[in-house]
C-alpha cells in the first residue's frame, strides 16, 4: 500500500469518526417515572450525580395531594378540582403504565369497595399474646393459618419477622393446592407477645396498592414494624426490574414507591430514627439503580420526589433526570437547575409522549431536549371525563374485607 493511499484512508476514517460523533442523539428507548413521596433530594446522594437535578417551585398553599395529582394528570387547565382530574394511565389506550400507585390518592370515591378489597379483614395490625398463639386462639383472618403460624413460632428470634405466610381462602381446595387469598407476616415483639401485619390480599391489580393503618403503635414497637413496612415495599416493587423484559409494551412506566411517606408514618407525629432514615435512603437508592437496569443503557428515568400523598405538603418538591444503567452523562456536582410546577409538568409530559402546545415546549430546558429528543405518540387531551367505577367481582375473599358483610344476620 503506497502512502498516498494510506493517506486517503486515513483521512476517509477521520471524517467517519467525526461524523459519527456528531451524529445526533437518539431519543431514549425505555423511560420510567419514578415518583418519590415524603423522600428529600439528598436520597441521591449516595448515587451520584444525576444529569440534571433540582427543586420544584410550587405555592405555598400547595397540598400533597394536588401536587400529584395534577403533576401526573392527563389534561388540566387550571379551572377543576384536583381530586377530579384523570391519570395518565387512565383510559384506553392510556399514555402510559402505572405500578404500586397509592390507591389513597388517586382512587376515585367510588372505588372504596375496591380500595378496601386489598386487604383481608382490617388494615391494620394487631398484638396477638403468645398463650393465644400456643392455644390455637387466632382472630380472622390468621386463624385459617393457626399451623403456619405455630411452625414459625417456634424458630422465630426476639425482633425478627417471619416470612410470609399464605391465608388459603373458602374454596373448598385443599390449602396445599388452592392459590392464597392473602398473605401477612408476624414478629416477635416481646418474650410472650406478638405483632401480626394486615393480611395482604394476593389477587389483584399492580396498578394500584391500599397502605396499611399502622399509626400510633407503641414507641417500642415502631422500629420493628418500620421494618415490615421496608420490606412490603420492596415487595410490591418487585416486579419493576422486568417492565421491559417480557412485554412488547414499550410505553413509559409510572412506579410509585412510597417507602419513605410509610416509614415515617409509622413513628408521626414524633420524628423518624436516623437508622430508619438510612434503611429507606438505602431501599430507594437500590429501586432506583434496578430501574436503570430495567431502562437499559438507552434509557431514561425521571425522579420527582418531596410532598406526600395527603392535604399536608410534607417535603420540599424536586425532581431529578438519571440515564439508564451505564449511562456517560452525569451532571456537575451540586449543579442545580430548578423548575416551576408548570415546567416540571411539562417535563413529565414530554417523556411521557404526550403532544404540548407551544406554551408547554417553551417550559422544557432546551438542553433536555435536545439531549433526550422525544417524539410525541399521544394526542393533546384537555380536561378529560372521568371513567366510572371499575367492575368489581365479589369473590369470597373480597365478600369478608367488607366491614359488616357477615355475621350480621344478613
Do not use: C
Not at 399492580?206 to 415502631?222: A, M, S, Y
Not at 404540548?356 to 417524539?375: N, T
Amino acid at each position: 500500500m503506497t502512502f498516498a493511499r494510506l493517506a486517503k484512508l486515513l483521512a476517509v476514517l477521520l471524517v467517519a469518526a467525526a461524523l459519527w460523533r456528531a451524529r445526533p442523539p437518539a431519543p431514549p428507548a425505555r423511560v420510567v417515572v419514578l415518583a418519590l413521596p415524603g423522600a428529600a433530594m439528598d436520597v441521591l446522594a449516595a448515587r451520584g450525580g444525576p444529569q440534571r437535578v433540582g427543586e420544584i417551585r410550587v405555592p405555598a398553599s400547595t397540598t400533597g395531594s394536588a401536587f400529584w395529582r395534577r403533576l401526573l394528570a392527563v389534561g388540566d387547565d387550571g379551572g377543576r378540582d384536583a381530586a377530579e382530574l384523570v391519570s395518565l394511565w387512565s383510559g384506553e389506550p392510556a399514555a402510559v403504565r402505572a405500578l404500586a400507585v397509592p390507591a389513597r390518592l388517586f382512587a376515585d370515591p367510588e372505588r372504596a369497595a375496591v380500595v378496601e378489597s386489598a386487604f383481608l379483614g382490617s388494615s391494620s395490625g394487631v398484638i396477638l399474646e403468645a398463650a393465644d398463639i400456643t392455644a390455637g386462639r387466632l382472630p380472622a383472618p390468621y386463624d385459617r393459618s393457626v399451623d403456619a403460624v405455630a411452625t414459625a413460632v417456634a424458630t422465630l428470634g426476639r425482633e425478627e419477622w417471619s416470612e410470609w405466610i399464605p391465608v388459603h381462602g373458602p374454596t373448598g381446595a385443599e390449602p396445599s393446592v388452592a392459590a392464597p387469598a392473602a398473605e401477612f407476616q408476624f414478629a416477635r415483639f416481646t418474650d410472650t407477645a406478638y405483632f401480626f401485619s394486615p393480611a395482604y390480599i394476593v389477587a389483584g391489580s399492580v396498578e394500584t396498592v391500599g397502605t396499611p393503618f399502622l399509626r400510633g403503635l407503641d414507641r417500642e414497637l415502631r422500629p420493628l414494624v418500620a421494618t415490615h413496612v421496608i420490606a412490603l415495599a420492596a415487595r410490591r416493587l418487585g416486579s419493576s426490574r422486568d417492565l421491559f423484559r417480557a412485554s412488547a409494551d414499550a410505553r413509559p412506566v409510572v412506579v410509585f414507591d412510597s417507602v419513605a411517606e410509610d416509614a415515617t408514618a409509622v413513628f408521626a407525629p414524633d420524628s423518624t430514627p436516623a437508622a430508619v432514615l438510612d434503611r429507606v435512603r438505602d431501599a430507594i437508592v437500590a429501586e432506583l439503580a434496578t430501574l436503570r437496569g430495567a431502562v437499559g443503557p438507552d434509557g431514561l428515568v425521571v425522579v420527582v420526589g418531596g410532598p406526600s400523598t395527603t392535604r399536608q405538603a410534607g417535603t420540599a418538591p424536586w425532581y431529578a433526570v438519571v440515564e439508564g444503567r451505564d449511562g456517560k452523562h452525569e451532571g456537575d456536582a451540586g449543579a442545580r437547575f430548578p423548575l416551576d410546577f408548570e415546567g416540571a409538568r411539562a417535563l413529565v409530559r414530554y417523556v411521557a409522549g404526550i403532544s404540548l402546545d407551544a406554551r408547554e415546549k417553551s417550559l422544557l430546558p432546551a438542553d433536555f431536549v435536545s439531549r433526550f429528543p422525544i417524539r410525541a405518540t399521544v394526542a393533546r387531551a384537555t380536561n378529560p371525563a372521568r371513567p366510572g367505577p371499575p367492575q368489581q367481582k365479589w369473590l369470597p375473599s373480597t365478600l369478608e374485607s367488607v366491614r359488616g358483610a357477615l355475621g350480621t344476620g344478613s
